[in-house]
């Protein structure tokens, strides 16, 4: 039987009126939009604040050929490929690619949301989040099971975030993204009792919990600051991108210490586009330094933290050869998840059947079916074809 291989982490190029749309007559002035700036394009946001670049992020261009280094930054949105933000069309490419299902995360929010910060009114901030989730249950119920764009949180407020996820519930969604540090505002951390109410909503509504890579200004910021300033453009954006990939290590090692899980039993939670390889090391180290110094006067964990990792956590991986070849049996092949970053810098288009042919060669068919298709199918509740 073929695979119905689910793409776990995927972008939308927003298009330009995905506000403007959609709001009503008393915000259409103020969510965000694109206007000229100079000479370039910007989001902006109430009236003249810089949400973000106008840039649709993709590196796929018209004509379907996909560039290489940083020039895709100055193009704009009639530069790229047509599935970089008309989702219709972006089923057409999962269907050149050999993919049935794709997960959706955002760009012009940021990974995690944290853009809408630069909004100072609270009112406006909420809508921008509420309408783009709309927006979002638009696209998921027209392309007929394919996409499903991931709900964002309003994470500065503990509440509306509470209420966000019986709103997602209720439209439909099945997950939603989340800013990995609220602490960055002086939030209390993830951590912290005061999120607990969230947290108790998630495992209520059986939602997962997807943190994406640089969902923060904190995390983010490694983008910015993991090269030396002698480096090139080019080598920036190489660094940049690496050191991001693993920050998300930090994220998942806070929640496994945190004793949230004793509290959620049914709480699953992704590390997005943060690949596989460092998870072996990762969990070995946490399960001896909690044995040597964590548990010592502190409050008690009823499991290792890697019991907690095989329970609740998934990683997911794309371009990677070594950890899919060698390392799922260190992982467990019930935690790992397949994606392609499509269109970002680093996805594996249009090369993807010929990459999974290659890591896949040596895996059982229960373990292929697992990663590409059974896995993502029970997390985010997607109906195969029959």
Not at 245 to 274: A, P, Q
Request: with cysteine; aromatic share 10%.
């Amino acid at each position: 039987m073929a695979l119905s291989i689910i793409d776990v982490d995927a972008h939308i190029s927003e298009p330009h009126d995905l506000w403007t749309r959609r709001a009503p007559a008393s915000l259409k002035d103020r969510v965000p939009r694109v206007v000229k700036n100079g000479d370039k394009r910007a989001w902006i946001v109430d009236g003249d604040i810089e949400l973000s670049h106008a840039s649709p992020s993709s590196v796929i261009r018209k004509d379907g050929a996909k560039s290489r280094g940083p020039e895709f930054f100055a193009w704009q949105i009639e530069d790229v490929h047509q599935a970089s933000w008309d989702m219709k069309a972006r089923v057409g490419v999962l269907d050149q690619l050999g993919l049935y299902a794709q997960i959706l995360y955002p760009n012009v929010a940021g990974f995690g949301s944290q853009n809408f910060m630069k909004v100072k009114d609270d009112a406006l901030r909420l809508a921008c989040a509420r309408i783009y989730n709309e927006a979002m249950a638009e696209i998921q119920a027209s392309c007929s099971g394919r996409i499903f764009p991931m709900a964002l949180m309003p994470w500065w407020n503990i509440a509306q975030c509470v209420e966000e996820v019986g709103r997602a519930k209720s439209l439909g969604m099945k997950g939603i993204v989340m800013c990995s540090d609220p602490d960055s505002i002086g939030l209390p951390d993830l951590g912290s009792p005061e999120w607990l109410p969230f947290w108790e909503a998630c495992d209520d509504a059986e939602l997962p919990v997807n943190f994406h890579i640089g969902a923060s200004e904190t995390s983010f910021n490694m983008f910015g600051r993991a090269s030396w300033p002698s480096m090139g453009q080019r080598r920036r954006l190489a660094l940049g991108s690496s050191a991001l990939f693993i920050e998300n290590s930090r994220v998942i090692s806070n929640l496994l210490y945190s004793g949230l899980f004793d509290r959620c039993k049914k709480l699953k939670i992704v590390s997005v586009e943060s690949g596989i390889g460092w998870i072996p090391f990762v969990l070995e180290s946490l399960d001896y330094e909690w044995s040597e110094t964590g548990s010592n006067g502190e409050q008690a964990l009823e499991m290792k933290p890697s019991d907690y990792f095989k329970r609740h956590i998934y990683g997911c991986f794309w371009f990677e050869k070594t950890a899919p070849t060698k390392l799922i049996d260190q992982v467990g092949e019930d935690n790992v998840l397949f994606e392609t970053d499509f269109p970002h810098p680093t996805c594996l288009y249009p090369d993807v059947q010929q990459h999974i042919a290659e890591i896949s060669a040596g895996w059982s068919e229960t373990r292929k079916r697992k990663i590409l298709q059974d896995n993502a199918a029970a997390l985010y509740k997607i109906a195969l074809p029959s």
